[in-house]
């Protein structure tokens, strides 16, 4: 079993699934509540957000484009040859997005 | 009236004599039908025999004439002075290869890297050559035939700054033509071809800049085998993790 | 077949400078889609946060979505917009490329591709914003 060993397909994996998620419904959900909930163009009273479907979707919508980030800021900074350390930096990158994952789970169990 | 010129600046270097490349200028004859090639051609007969650059076929063939114009990597052989002229035309060593003399680089290790990818058709067992051909639909025939394409010229190789950056990276040659015999019906090794591929230094390593298409002179698609197989390899991952028979 | 080494200190080796990206068009245009995700994840976190804001009251959740209507939020959310939206036909213009779509044995052509998920984001969009409005009119 060499072929599971290697971790990589997994974050690539992660990666392509964040990188729909964030091509298909990031841009409407930064229109919403970057500009027509602060702006008070439509109201939102969040009470919409303890329904488990809509859990279900939140959690697809913010965790999965942080492993998007993490593998192509990961990239990028070796592509730059910043000359910042790989190890600590994929560290930083993968574990932000695992980090990020569980404190999304966190947010919406606590809702 | 004198004979139009076009300046080319060719980039020199003399192993154990200089200690970096420098580029030297030439008034090349313009000629609206010369290639780069054969602006080379020209210094070399008539100005400075010690000029050294690789050519052959003159005709997109051949793949030995690559080199960096004016940044761009191109052969030669298909780049007219017309799409510069009256600019200056900078003429290089194909980049991030280690440069032997003047235009002339190092492609071992390419070649290296083509044949680690087993580039043949490998079969568990050959069959009796009384049984026929090996038989091959048009549609199996168009899964791997643009990649039958490459020419090994080595262009993609120098557009892809992940190449400039990881040496160790195999590239897109290389793993074009790995994907290009994985693709192939009548092929069985693509179980020894995936340490290779599939590792760190294979697909991983690409960021899909794209480059590599873009400078291709045959139109392969390096970039879009790269991702493919990355797509494939990530398919039998999770197959191998979530199904109890590891989607054999 | 064995391959002809030339001697190895004779060689002149070249390094990628470190500006490569800034040396070329293309390699510019990766870049920003490389970063686009920087601005993705920054939004979606600041989501996140609003999102805890809900669970200590509606009173913390309002004051969020008003902190958030600061000329410098409302600056930083267009500009993340628009790197989103290059996100978007950069990703599909990807996918094009690596998962063509086929009618019959024929690929169809990328653009048509890209503009085909266009159609699609555009769709979906129009149908989370109507959802979101019908559930908090």
Redesign the interface.
């Known amino acids: 079993m060499t072929e599971a060993k290697n971790t990589e397909p997994l974050w690539w994996g992660l990666f392509s699934a964040g990188g729909v998620v964030a091509a298909f419904l990031v841009p409407v959900h930064i229109i919403l509540f970057g500009f027509a909930v602060p702006l008070g163009w439509v109201s939102d009273s969040g009470m919409l957000y303890r329904n488990g479907l809509i859990k279900i979707y939140l959690f697809v919508l913010i965790a999965l484009p942080l492993y998007h980030w993490a593998h192509r800021f990961y990239f990028a900074l070796n592509d730059m040859k910043l000359g910042l350390p790989r190890k600590p930096l994929a560290l930083l990158c993968y574990g932000g997005a695992i980090v990020g994952t569980l404190a999304t789970i966190w947010v919406l169990l606590s809702l | 009236m004198a004979e139009p010129t076009v300046t080319l600046n060719v980039t020199r270097y003399r192993p154990g004599k200089d200690s970096t490349p420098t580029a030297e200028s030439y008034a090349v004859p313009y000629h609206k039908d010369w290639v780069v090639l054969d602006a080379l051609n020209h210094i070399k007969d008539h100005m400075d025999g010690t000029l050294t650059y690789r050519w052959s076929c003159r005709m997109g063939v051949c793949g030995s004439c690559g080199m960096m114009v004016n940044g761009v990597p191109k052969l030669t052989c298909a780049a007219f002075l017309r799409d510069y002229y009256p600019g200056e035309i900078r003429v290089e060593p194909l980049s991030y290869f280690p440069v032997i003399r003047d235009l002339v680089i190092d492609m071992s290790d390419f070649l290296d890297k083509l044949k680690s990818v087993k580039p043949w058709i490998i079969r568990k067992t050959e069959k009796p050559v009384s049984e026929g051909e090996y038989l091959q639909s048009p549609a199996e025939l168009e899964a791997y035939k643009q990649f039958t394409q490459c020419i090994n010229c080595m262009l993609c190789y120098a557009a892809c700054p992940v190449y400039g950056l990881e040496p160790e990276f195999l590239g897109p040659a290389a793993i074009a033509l790995g994907y290009r015999y994985n693709m192939d019906s009548r092929d069985q090794g693509k179980d020894q071809r995936q340490p290779v591929l599939g590792s760190h230094n294979g697909i991983w390593q690409c960021t899909f800049v794209g480059e590599c298409s873009e400078v291709c002179p045959k139109n392969v698609d390096p970039a879009a085998a790269i991702q493919r197989s990355k797509v494939d390899y990530t398919k039998n991952w999770f197959k191998s993790i979530l199904l109890p028979w590891g989607g054999k | 077949m064995s ?6 200190s ?7 400078p ?1 500006s ?2 800034l ?2 068009q ?2 510019f245009l ?2 920003l889609r ?2 686009s ?2 601005f ?2 920054i ?3 600041v ?2 946060v ?3 804001q ?2 200590r009251g ?1 009173e913390a ?1 309002a004051a969020f ?5 600061s000329p410098g ?2 600056l930083f ?2 500009i ?2 628009l790197f ?2 290059y ?2 036909i950069t ?2 213009y ?1 996918s094009a ?3 063509p779509l086929r009618i019959g ?1 024929r690929e169809i052509p990328r653009n048509l591709f890209v503009a085909l ?1 266009i159609g ?2 555009i769709v ?2 129009l149908v ?2 109507r959802l ?2 019908a ?2 009119g």
């Open positions: 391959v002809v080494r030339p001697d190895k004779k060689l002149f080796y070249r390094e990628l470190r490569w990206w040396s070329k293309s390699y990766f870049m490389e970063l995700s920087l993705i994840a939004f979606l976190v989501f996140l609003q999102l805890y809900l669970t509606p959740y979505a008003r902190k958030l209507s939020w409302i959310n267009l993340t917009l989103a939206l996100h978007s990703w599909f990807s490329i690596v998962l044995e998920n699609v984001l979906v969009s989370i914003w979101f409005l559930f908090n």
